[in-house]
């Protein structure tokens, strides 16, 4: 049985999930050639994702090509209730899922998905195939492969794997073209600012945002801001990456220097502690903190407590203010927790359309080529990401050129010489 807030919000889910399904138009084609052919037969899927109304588009396109899914929440501050409620009530889903639940029901959630036994398993951000090799080995043996699609779960099972510890093959879907230059670059860009202005209603032009991590994300982030105005400082381990920001007229410095100056603070790097007690102490008044990494590690929230003299619970929607012993203010959004999914609603559809239908292509060509994979962590075949793009070009109605034959003959060639 599934578990979710109201079933009465069904109608409400069904029209959200209709408006989301009008930007999935590649989504929407694999759906109709999923009906005609059925990869998926019989399979059980279950998965860990954000309940929202374009993983509701994914989760019809595996029904509709022969799966049993059931679906957790992949962070309990992203759930929409309708949707979680069309997908049970109109839809047919098994959904565990009910919007800001605690942590003990969280992993009660994944335990239930996991306990139907299932063949593949789709992941955001590790949790559902962590708790599989850890806390219930026992449920195992039916697991053929899975998917994973968050650029913090695939650091997870690479580390997995090279300890030996991954017992079937996982394809890390994140690493598609079509995932991380377009879902983390654009969608994430788009989606955190939008989280940040729907919270706190600030004006981003004249401010100074720091983005920790350069990234995909951070990247996305950084032209975006920049775009509305304001002056963007970002910060990175990686030189390679620092490079590139600073080649793009971004300011370049460490957090400890970037935390004096900060007006916004965005995490996007999939580590912990990357804003600090250290930075806390010395940020300015009603500096605003913001995080759009997968955990809710990055800013250390523990300490920034432990600092305050009071706190103020919901100043405005997804906003606490801490106010400090000198009496300076510091407004943490989402208690810390993905920014864009909790303040606002994710990535636009349109992005969605092609994650999803990468995972979605995924899962059918596992349904056919598991037995052939290790336990490892394996890259989408070229192809599928190819087609993925092709399918949205043209439904942009955009046209591209094609190789001629000659042209074929000499990038594959090497006697052709100058």
Not at 74 to 102: C, K, M, W
Request: include cysteine; charged fraction near 25%.
């Amino acid at each position: 049985m599934s578990d979710i807030a109201d079933g009465s919000l069904a109608y409400e889910g069904v029209k959200r999930i209709g408006w989301a399904d009008r930007s999935m138009p590649v989504l929407r084609q694999i759906r109709e050639r999923f009906a005609e052919e059925r990869p998926l037969e019989g399979l059980k899927i279950a998965a860990c994702m954000h309940v929202t109304t374009e993983t509701a588009g994914l989760i019809r396109t595996l029904q509709a090509g022969g799966a049993s899914v059931a679906l957790a929440a992949s962070n309990p501050l992203s759930t929409q209730d309708d949707t979680a409620a069309a997908l049970v009530h109109e839809y047919g889903a098994e959904v565990f899922a009910r919007a800001g639940i605690d942590r003990e029901g969280y992993y009660v959630h994944i335990d239930k998905v996991l306990e139907t036994g299932p063949d593949l398993v789709l992941d955001d951000g590790c949790d559902l195939v962590n708790t599989l090799h850890v806390e219930r080995t026992d449920l195992l043996g039916t697991v053929k492969a899975g998917c994973e699609q968050t650029t913090t779960g695939v650091i997870r099972l690479h580390q997995m794997a090279l300890e030996g510890a991954l017992r079937f093959p996982m394809v890390a879907v994140n690493d598609t073209d079509t995932k991380h230059m377009f879902d983390n670059r654009y969608g994430t860009g788009q989606s955190t600012l939008d989280g940040i202005v729907r919270a706190t209603n600030t004006l981003l032009a004249g401010k100074t945002i720091v983005i920790a991590g350069f990234g995909y994300c951070g990247r996305g982030l950084a032209e975006r801001a920049r775009g509305l105005g304001a002056r963007v400082v970002v910060t990175e381990i990686d030189p390679v990456k620092a490079l590139d920001a600073a080649l793009q007229g971004f300011s370049v410095l460490p957090m400890a220097e970037a935390a004096v100056d900060g007006d916004v603070f965005i995490t996007v790097t999939g580590n912990r502690d990357v804003v600090n007690g250290a930075h806390l102490a010395v940020m300015k008044d009603g500096a605003i903190l913001a995080n759009s990494g997968h955990f809710d590690v990055e800013i250390d929230v523990r300490a920034l407590s432990d600092m305050a003299v009071e706190v103020h619970r919901g100043v405005r929607p997804q906003t606490d203010e801490y106010v400090l012993s000198d009496g300076r203010r510091l407004v943490l959004l989402a208690e810390g927790r993905l920014v864009n999914l909790a303040a606002a609603e994710g990535h636009p559809a349109a992005v969605m359309d092609m994650s999803f239908a990468d995972q979605a292509l995924t899962c059918a060509w596992l349904a056919k080529s598991h037995a052939t994979l290790s336990p490892a962590v394996h890259e989408v075949p070229k192809d599928i990401d190819t087609e993925v793009a092709r399918l949205k070009l043209a439904s942009m109605s955009i046209s591209i050129d094609l190789l001629t034959p000659d042209q074929e003959d000499y990038l594959h060639s090497w006697r052709i010489g100058s």
